[in-house]
C-alpha cells in the first residue's frame, strides 16, 4: 500500500483515486472546490462520474498540506493552464523524498512550455514522471481494462507508480521518452478536436480515418523536432490515446469539436461541454510551434484559422483536401 496524493478532483482526478483506493492505496484528493469536496466526503460521488462511487477510503480536501503530509506519489491533475499556479501554492510543502507524477495533458499556453519543463522551472530538484496512454476517466472509475504508460529519465519513479497502479485491469508500460511521451498526449487533443468536426459537419468515415491518420503523422512531426523518439508517437500515448480520443463520445475534446462543426461558437461550446476543453487551449500553442520548428501542419493550421480567423470548418475542409498531391 502507499500514500498517495492526488492534487485535483475532476473526472481524471477522482476516477485515479477510486481506481488507485480499490488498488489498495491509501489516497487523499485536493479540491479548489467546497462543493465538489463535500460532495466526494459526504455522497461518496463525483459529480464528473455519476456512474462510479468513491471508495470509503478516500478523503478530499481542501487544505495542500493534509494532502501532501506522508504522501509517497504526487500525482498532479489540473487542467493545464493551471498546472504552474497550482504548484506555486505547494511546492514549499514537497519533501525530498517524494515523487511528482503530471497526469495532466497540454501546454501551459503563456510560455508555450511542455508541463514538464513547468515542473523543472518551479521544482528543479524533485524526481518526476509523466502518466499518459488511452484512458478516458469514465472506464478507469469503473475498473475498464486499461493500458497506461509511465514516463521518466529515473527507473525509481517508474517502478514506485507501477507497483501502485499494476493489476488485473490496468496494465503499466515503462517510457523513457519523457518529451515524447508529452507531446503525444497534448497534441491528440487538437487532432481530436478536429475529429470532431469532422462529425459535426457529417463528413462520414472516410474522411475520419483520413484526418485521424494524417494527424498522427503531423504529431510525430512536430513530436520529433522538438526531441520526442518517433516510435512514441505509434504507441500507446500517441497512436492510442488518438484512437480512443478521436473516437469516442466520452471525449469532451471531440465533442467540441463537433459542436463548432455543427455550428456553435468558441463560448457557446464551452459552455455546452462545462468542463475544460484542453485542444481549444492549446491550439494556438501548436500553431505557435509549428511556425517555430518549421513543421509543416496543415491540419493545425486549418484549425487555428477557424477559431481564430472566422474560417468557416467546411472551407476549412476544402482547402485541406484540395491542397497540393504529394506522395504519402
Not at 492526488?6 to 492505496?25: D, P, R
Not at 518549421?294 to 474560417?311: H, K, Q, R, S
Request: with cysteine.
Amino acid at each position: 500500500m502507499k500514500k498517495i496524493a492526488i492534487i485535483g478532483s475532476g473526472s481524471w482526478g477522482a476516477a485515479l483515486g477510486i481506481y488507485l483506493a480499490k488498488n489498495g492505496n491509501e489516497v487523499k484528493l485536493w479540491s479548489f472546490s467546497e462543493e465538489e469536496k463535500d460532495m466526494i466526503n459526504n455522497q461518496k460521488k463525483c459529480i464528473f462520474l455519476p456512474k462510479a462511487e468513491i471508495p470509503e477510503g478516500v478523503v478530499c480536501s481542501s487544505d495542500f498540506e493534509e494532502v501532501l503530509e506522508g504522501a509517497e506519489l504526487i500525482l498532479h491533475v489540473t487542467p493545464s493552464k493551471f498546472v504552474r499556479d497550482t504548484i506555486k501554492k505547494y511546492k514549499h510543502l514537497v519533501k525530498e523524498n517524494q515523487i511528482l507524477i503530471m497526469c495532466s495533458k497540454g501546454f501551459e499556453a503563456e510560455t508555450n512550455l511542455t508541463l514538464d519543463e513547468v515542473i523543472k522551472q518551479e521544482l528543479p530538484n524533485v524526481k518526476y514522471g509523466i502518466l499518459s496512454g488511452p484512458s478516458h476517466a469514465e472506464e478507469v472509475s469503473l475498473n475498464i481494462e486499461t493500458a497506461l504508460v509511465i514516463a521518466s529519465e529515473d527507473e525509481e519513479v517508474k517502478e514506485k507508480v507501477i507497483e501502485a497502479f499494476k493489476s488485473s485491469t490496468i496494465r503499466m508500460y515503462k517510457s523513457s521518452d519523457v518529451k515524447g511521451v508529452e507531446l503525444g498526449a497534448a497534441l491528440k487533443n487538437i487532432i481530436a478536436f478536429c475529429a470532431g468536426i469532422s462529425v459535426g459537419l457529417n463528413l462520414g468515415d472516410n474522411a475520419f480515418a483520413a484526418l485521424a491518420t494524417r494527424g498522427l503523422v503531423e504529431i510525430a512531426r512536430l513530436g520529433t523536432a522538438m526531441g520526442g523518439k518517433e516510435k512514441t508517437f505509434y504507441g500507446l500515448t500517441g497512436l492510442g490515446d488518438l484512437i480512443v480520443t478521436c473516437g469516442s463520445e466520452h471525449s469532451r475534446n471531440r465533442r467540441a469539436g463537433k459542436l463548432i462543426g455543427q455550428g456553435y461558437s468558441v463560448e457557446e461550446t464551452k459552455k455546452e461541454v462545462g468542463m475544460t476543453i484542453e485542444s481549444i487551449d492549446n491550439i494556438d500553442v501548436a500553431y505557435k510551434l509549428a511556425k517555430q520548428y518549421n513543421i509543416e501542419m496543415p491540419i493545425v493550421n486549418a484549425v487555428y484559422d477557424v477559431l481564430y480567423n472566422g474560417l468557416n470548418p467546411r472551407e476549412a475542409v476544402e482547402n485541406l483536401m484540395t491542397r497540393a498531391l504529394k506522395e504519402e
